[in-house]
């Protein structure tokens, strides 16, 4: 069958294509993709391009599918599957595959499975993974964005401390403790600062520190700290820019104790490393952004690492465990995958957003693949729906909830261009 597809061919080489989908294997699914979230990491396939640590090494004769953060309809099934998924329900799906050490990922690494694309075949260790998920929430864009949002809940179960007694490691954040989150007003900053609110190991505190005025703004407008107090939770939102002595200031609010879970997310030197200074006594320090550059490099405090048990790790993606809480938090209500949207756009404009990514200053751009439609923010789906019933109409639909996409504009957009 026919697909439309945006293919990576190599560094900054993406086009958009029609091409036949072979016949699905036994062991196959084939898929129909609905909406596809785009992502940092994508742009950072696109410039490095065979020099990706997932991409192929024949990409140029072999292009792969791009976008890993989508979801949409099961349309076929193999007969090795067909037990376990029918036609017409819809999934989700975990794109950390980890298969037999390799690191093939979807949107990276597969030339049929992609998100980024009308129709997909998923191959078969993504289902004896487990990684292929039964969807049975309203939108599509909260499985889409139950990714990125893994991501953010697996960061936060892979904080850890210490234990002098007895060496074991107590799993998370420090519960009652204090929450640092650098570069935190971008849409992944938006889900961590959202989700501790609702999790076992509550912390006092969240302080979330950004360098973009009007980002900080909309995060502040979209969990206020009044909303962060319903809660039990404590949220500080901070300009960087507006501190003459950041370690002073930011310490201060923790009345000199420190953080004891920091999260990094900007790769900046100057940042990884204020945050190292200002961890209290046995902290810990995720890094989560995830650089381009694979020499960056920050100076840490050895000193503070052997005397007060400060400690530094990494995460990226998360696993199927937390893609499953991500969801049921959605489901439940709690936590907000929308706070991540600023744009929506169609498959045409794909291409050409990841090209550009870095310059938007977007939130996370929502993609729905079987349409034409320009990268549109949100924000102004009011002035266009003056003369434009159909954005008049999602205006409409997202005034009702505080201005954030939602499942009656996604039916709403959907059913304007006959998507079934």
Same mark, same amino acid.
Request: charged share 20%; with cysteine; proline share 4%.
């Given at each position: 069958m026919k697909t439309k597809a945006v293919r990576l061919y190599g560094a900054n080489d993406l086009r958009l294509e029609e091409f036949d989908l072979p016949e699905i294997k036994d062991d196959e699914i084939l898929i129909k993709v609905i909406s596809d979230s785009i992502c940092m990491s994508t742009y950072k396939l696109l410039i490095q391009g065979k020099a990706h640590k997932r991409a192929p090494q024949d990409i140029d004769k072999n292009p792969i599918i791009i976008g890993h953060e989508f979801a949409g309809d099961i349309v076929k099934v193999g007969k090795k599957w067909q037990h376990e998924f029918k036609v017409g329900e819809k999934f989700a799906q975990q794109p950390a595959l980890n298969y037999k050490g390799s690191l093939a990922s979807p949107g990276y690494s597969y030339q049929y499975y992609g998100g980024s694309t009308t129709y997909a075949i998923v191959p078969n260790e993504v289902m004896e993974l487990g990684c292929l998920l039964h969807y049975r929430g309203d939108a599509y864009f909260d499985a889409s964005l139950g990714e990125p949002m893994s991501c953010i809940v697996g960061g936060?179960?892979?904080?850890?401390?210490?234990?002098?007694?007895?060496?074991?490691?107590?799993?998370?954040?420090?519960?009652?403790?204090?929450?640092?989150?650098?570069?935190?007003?971008?849409?992944?900053?938006?889900?961590?600062?959202?989700?501790?609110?609702?999790?076992?190991?509550?912390?006092?505190?969240?302080? /979330?520190? *950004?360098?973009?005025?009007?980002?900080?703004?909309? %995060?502040? @407008?979209? #969990?206020? +700290?009044?909303?962060?107090?319903? $809660?039990?939770?404590?949220?500080?939102?901070?300009?960087?820019?507006?501190?003459?002595?950041?370690?002073?200031?930011?310490?201060?609010?923790?009345?000199?104790?420190?953080?004891?879970?920091?999260?990094?997310?900007?790769?900046?030197?100057?940042?990884?490393?204020?945050?190292?200074?200002?961890?209290?006594?046995?902290?810990?320090?995720?890094?989560?952004?995830?650089?381009?550059?694979?020499?960056?490099?920050?100076?840490?405090?050895?000193?503070?690492?052997?005397?007060?048990?400060?400690?530094?790790?990494?995460?990226?993606?998360?696993? /199927?465990? *937390?893609?499953?809480?991500?969801?049921?938090?959605? %489901?439940? @209500?709690? #936590?907000? +995958?929308?706070?991540?949207?600023? $744009?929506?756009?169609?498959?045409?404009?794909?291409a050409n957003i990841v090209d550009n990514l870095p310059k938007l200053k977007a939130g996370k751009v929502l993609s729905y693949t079987h349409f034409n439609l320009p990268l549109t923010a949100i924000d102004d789906f009011e002035k266009l729906g003056q003369s434009n019933f159909l954005f008049k109409q999602l205006n409409e639909a997202c005034k009702k909830h505080n201005d954030l996409w939602n499942v009656e504009a996604e039916q709403i957009l959907l059913r304007h261009f006959n998507v079934k």
């Amino acid at each position: 069958m026919k697909t439309k597809a945006v293919r990576l061919y190599g560094a900054n080489d993406l086009r958009l294509e029609e091409f036949d989908l072979p016949e699905i294997k036994d062991d196959e699914i084939l898929i129909k993709v609905i909406s596809d979230s785009i992502c940092m990491s994508t742009y950072k396939l696109l410039i490095q391009g065979k020099a990706h640590k997932r991409a192929p090494q024949d990409i140029d004769k072999n292009p792969i599918i791009i976008g890993h953060e989508f979801a949409g309809d099961i349309v076929k099934v193999g007969k090795k599957w067909q037990h376990e998924f029918k036609v017409g329900e819809k999934f989700a799906q975990q794109p950390a595959l980890n298969y037999k050490g390799s690191l093939a990922s979807p949107g990276y690494s597969y030339q049929y499975y992609g998100g980024s694309t009308t129709y997909a075949i998923v191959p078969n260790e993504v289902m004896e993974l487990g990684c292929l998920l039964h969807y049975r929430g309203d939108a599509y864009f909260d499985a889409s964005l139950g990714e990125p949002m893994s991501c953010i809940v697996g960061g936060y179960n892979a904080m850890y401390h210490t234990n002098k007694i007895n060496y074991d490691h107590s799993h998370g954040i420090k519960d009652g403790g204090n929450v640092l989150i650098l570069g935190g007003a971008g849409p992944m900053g938006l889900g961590a600062i959202e989700y501790p609110l609702f999790i076992k190991n509550k912390p006092k505190i969240v302080v /979330v520190v *950004d360098a973009d005025h009007n980002r900080l703004i909309r %995060a502040q @407008k979209l #969990i206020s +700290p009044e909303y962060g107090h319903k $809660h039990g939770v404590r949220i500080e939102y901070i300009n960087i820019k507006n501190l003459n002595s950041p370690y002073e200031q930011l310490l201060k609010l923790t009345n000199g104790v420190g953080y004891h879970d920091v999260f990094v997310y900007a790769p900046i030197k100057e940042i990884c490393e204020l945050g190292d200074k200002l961890m209290a006594f046995d902290g810990c320090l995720n890094f989560f952004a995830g650089p381009s550059d694979k020499t960056f490099n920050a100076n840490i405090n050895l000193y503070n690492c052997h005397y007060t048990s400060t400690h530094i790790m990494g995460s990226t993606g998360g696993n /199927v465990d *937390d893609l499953k809480e991500s969801i049921q938090l959605a %489901a439940d @209500k709690k #936590i907000r +995958p929308a706070l991540m949207v600023s $744009h929506i756009c169609g498959i045409d404009a794909i291409a050409n957003i990841v090209d550009n990514l870095p310059k938007l200053k977007a939130g996370k751009v929502l993609s729905y693949t079987h349409f034409n439609l320009p990268l549109t923010a949100i924000d102004d789906f009011e002035k266009l729906g003056q003369s434009n019933f159909l954005f008049k109409q999602l205006n409409e639909a997202c005034k009702k909830h505080n201005d954030l996409w939602n499942v009656e504009a996604e039916q709403i957009l959907l059913r304007h261009f006959n998507v079934k």
